[in-house]
């Protein structure tokens, strides 16, 4: 059962090293009373991919994610990560909105996670160092947070997730919160970073547009209950420029494709909100 | 050396004296009502029997300081509100915090605190000359009774009004229970246990004057009471200056201490 391995990655440089699902879910199922946040979700990450969930608000997408960080327990189903390295944490949350704290200087935020692990202080300022500089945060390292914009604020949160070398990242919403601008550099800048190493990565976004930007493969869910619908392997190659990848017409037609997928879930969703409301 | 240079430059300089002037103006408004109060009392607005002017309150001050009888209570005074400070305020401390992070804890204490907080600690005074006897352990007692309900309350809902965010990342992080106090319970709640910590050490205050006055040999409360019997009003008013001095520098000094252990609170305003 464990070498069924889905579609093949567009960018899948070495097959030996993602020949390993990083993370399997099976019939993984999460309920809140009554009411089913999950229902029955099977699916295989491979190692090393870019993976997008888009959902329509409520489809569960965020209790997945939270599932995945140990931060909520699933009902039922089987979750299995492999940690091929016990050296390194399972994984490292960037959340929606601001999550880094208020009363840490940019550079104790981003070495969180590495002095809760124990981490030697010299191996902390060589990494905490490389990835402030990556994030171009070099300069406000003794800055605290209300000193910064939230784009800022969230290049702290990037900083920290993946100083602390987790085998997976798993990003909620990143940037929803920011500006158009703000959110088209953010995105550069962690496809740059995520380039160094690949490491696998479960990102949520409500914006179809992120999806195809960024990831290797989308899964669209429906809502109320959370289920997979469909998965849309996205064969763009890598390195991607953001800016001319929105004008070719392959962006566009993968684009309207999930869109048009995710667009009946949106309108069914709101449809039982309305019948919920209305009784 | 434009004009578009200095406009920027100036502004900086005003914004950034905006601190300086608050203090400056909480240094002049006491002194500004002194100066009113001396100008009454030489001319006679006010009855000096019973509000003698500042300059003959300060006089007698003057002679007190002299002798080492004001600097000898006001020390007693000051110890003992010191150390009601730390024996009643760090165990609210610790207590405040694990009620805000355990449900557990916060079940069975919090109606405890409630039905005792509405006493008036004064009332007290009585029972902790009987358990504690005359000594310095009354005093203390009350001191840290004072001080004890507003730091419990304001730690609890300090540490319950931190966003569940950081605590998430707290736990996505692997932080341990030491590191979830030290790095996000504590100071996330930090600054509302500052202002427990003043509104407390104001409490104890007021109950250090009237435990001084009935059953204390020293101490500025039995300094004003004794002034009292003896109808020394210059000497009642040297002890109330003292205990408004403490009040005022306490506070201005608890102030800095916020901005020193609190830097990550923006201005207020700015």
Not at chain 2, 2 to 7: P, R
Not at chain 2, 61 to 81: P, W
């Amino acid at each position: 059962m464990n070498d069924t391995i889905e579609q093949p990655l567009a960018h899948a440089a070495d097959p030996a090293a993602r020949s390993a699902a990083a993370i399997r879910l099976r019939e993984l199922c999460k309920t809140f009373g009554r009411l089913v946040a999950i229902d029955r979700v099977s699916i295989d990450i491979q190692s090393g991919e870019f993976f997008m969930i888009v959902g329509p608000s409520g489809c569960g997408k965020t209790t997945l994610l939270r599932i995945l960080a140990g931060l909520d327990a699933a009902t039922s189903g089987e979750i299995a990560i492999s940690t091929p390295r016990s050296d390194r944490p399972v994984n490292a949350m960037i959340f929606q909105g601001d999550s880094i704290f208020p009363w840490m200087t940019v550079w104790n935020n981003a070495a969180y996670g590495l002095k809760m692990r124990g981490v030697a202080t010299p191996v902390i300022k060589e990494v905490v160092g490389h990835y402030l500089a990556r994030t171009g945060l070099t300069r406000f390292a003794d800055y605290y947070p209300y000193q910064l914009s939230g784009g800022m604020r969230q290049r702290v949160s990037i900083a920290r997730a993946f100083a602390n070398d987790p085998e997976i990242l798993l990003m909620d919403e990143p940037f929803s919160a920011l500006d158009a601008q703000n959110k088209l550099l953010l995105q550069e800048e962690l496809l740059r970073i995520w380039e160094e190493q690949k490491k696998t990565v479960v990102f949520i976004t409500h914006s179809v547009d992120e999806a195809v930007l960024l990831g290797d493969r989308i899964m669209i869910m429906t809502a109320h209950p959370g289920r997979l619908k469909l998965i849309v392997p996205v064969p763009l190659p890598r390195p991607r420029n953001l800016m001319d990848l929105q004008k070719a017409p392959e962006f566009g037609a993968l684009v309207h494709r999930i869109w048009s997928s995710l667009r009946e879930e949106v309108l069914r969703a709101r449809e039982q909100e309305d019948k919920e409301a209305a009784s | 050396m434009s004009l578009e240079n200095a406009i920027p430059a100036g502004r900086r300089r005003w914004t950034m004296s905006l601190r300086t002037r608050d203090r400056l103006l909480s240094l002049a408004s006491p002194i500004g009502l002194l100066l009113v109060w001396e100008l009454a009392a030489r001319f006679g607005f006010i009855d000096t029997r019973f509000f003698p002017a500042p300059s003959s309150i300060l006089a007698v001050l003057g002679e007190m300081m002299r002798s080492g009888e004001l600097a000898t209570h006001t020390f007693i005074s000051l110890e003992r509100l010191f150390w009601g400070t730390i024996l009643g305020g760090l165990p609210a401390l610790v207590l405040g915090i694990a009620m805000g992070l355990n449900r557990i804890v916060r079940a069975v204490l919090d109606p405890i605190i409630a039905a005792t907080y509405p006493i008036p600690k004064s009332a007290i005074l009585p029972l902790a000359l009987l358990i504690f006897g005359l000594g310095e352990g009354s005093k203390i007692f009350m001191v840290a009774i004072g001080v004890f309900f507003p730091v419990v309350i304001n730690a609890t809902t300090g540490v319950l009004e931190i966003n569940r965010i950081y605590l998430d990342v707290g736990k996505n992080f692997k932080a341990n229970r030491w590191n979830t106090f030290w790095t996000i319970a504590l100071p996330g709640a930090l600054p509302v246990i500052m202002t427990g910590f003043k509104l407390g050490i104001g409490i104890g205050l007021v109950l250090i004057a009237i435990a001084e006055m009935i059953g204390a040999k020293s101490g500025l409360g039995f300094l004003i009471w004794s002034a009292w019997s003896t109808f020394e009003v210059e000497q009642m008013y040297a002890g109330l200056f003292m205990i408004a001095l403490i009040g005022f520098l306490l506070t201005v000094g608890l102030n800095e201490l916020e901005r020193i252990i609190v830097p990550w609170k923006a201005e207020a305003g700015a």
